[in-house]
């Protein structure tokens, strides 16, 4: 008796939402905490650290691994950026040069055009990641939770890996690792397609997603990338990353406008990482070498 007045009360609360989710002018915030659990060990002779010595390094590491992020959406857009106001200043340099090379910027989906746009500065020169959106596979389940005072639905999917595993390279030799004056020179001018993707011949790997989404709230947005699921995602669990909603504004007194970027060299996120990978293997080569400059593109 008790589940079925629960969930009554679950379609009632829907459909009176779904009132004013239609109005023209509805826009919703909700802001998400991100975790990104990392076996420090596996970076720069951690193997051979001391507890004390791993405990200071993840110290240092906990301002890019621990963030806060803002989703601001309406029933067709939303942008994800992270939330700078909560960085404590000088809080292990998580906004300096280097820092903010290695931060995701802004991300903006269309899920009525699915365009996928990114704003991405990196060592000084910036980019615009553009991907078509495609749905992912999402098999739902009748298993939920409460988050809040929302109560969610389970969701599960797969999608092959599109980031770089700096462990695997920083394993790798460095005589594995030498670039060849060509492909330094195409990143210098920016010939963004004559970068060898060196992980297209690889085994793709595959990130197994668990979202946790609120038909109460009946919008096909998320945090980051994740979207296509009959009600706003407040949770998601994705390799080593987890996103979890700490809290939802409807309709603020303050609205912000939701605006795709336009600045910035138009690549592809594979092309983007193959830059990276280049970019950052010169530079660890030139440490090789003595020559600790860094090279402009």
Do not use: H
């Amino acid at each position: 008796m008790k589940t079925t007045i629960s969930k009554l009360s679950i379609l009632v609360f829907i459909l009176l939402f779904s009132g004013s989710i239609n109005a023209q002018d509805f826009q919703g915030k909700a802001y998400y905490f991100s975790k990104t659990t990392m076996d420090v060990s596996q970076f720069g002779g951690g193997r051979q650290m001391t507890e004390a010595q791993k405990k200071q390094r993840e110290a240092r590491m906990k301002p890019f691994l621990e963030k806060t992020y803002i989703l601001t959406f309406n029933q067709e857009e939303s942008m994800f950026k992270e939330d700078e106001k909560l960085a404590a200043p000088g809080a292990g340099g998580g906004r300096n040069f280097f820092g903010s090379s290695f931060s995701a910027g802004l991300q903006y989906k269309n899920i009525k055009t699915k365009t996928f746009l990114q704003d991405q500065e990196f060592f000084g020169k910036q980019f615009l990641i553009k991907e078509e959106m495609k749905p992912l596979q999402w098999k739902m389940s009748s298993e939920t939770k409460q988050i809040g005072q929302y109560t969610c639905f389970k969701a599960t999917a797969s999608k092959p890996s599109t980031e770089i595993d700096w462990t695997r390279r920083n394993r790798r030799g460095r005589g594995d690792n030498a670039s060849t004056g060509k492909k330094a020179d195409s990143l210098k001018n920016g010939d963004v397609a004559n970068v060898e993707d060196k992980s297209a011949k690889k085994e793709v790997k595959m990130i197994e997603i668990v979202a946790w989404y609120s038909p109460q709230i009946p919008v096909s947005q998320g945090p980051a990338e994740y979207w296509g699921l009959p009600g706003l995602i407040l949770e998601v669990s994705a390799g080593n990353v987890t996103m979890l909603c700490s809290k939802i504004i409807i309709n603020p007194q303050e609205k912000t406008k939701i605006e795709a970027p336009e600045k910035g060299k138009v690549v592809t996120k594979k092309e983007y990482n193959a830059i990276i990978t280049e970019k950052m293997e010169e530079m660890r080569n030139n440490r090789g070498r003595g020559n600790g400059r860094r090279r402009s593109f």
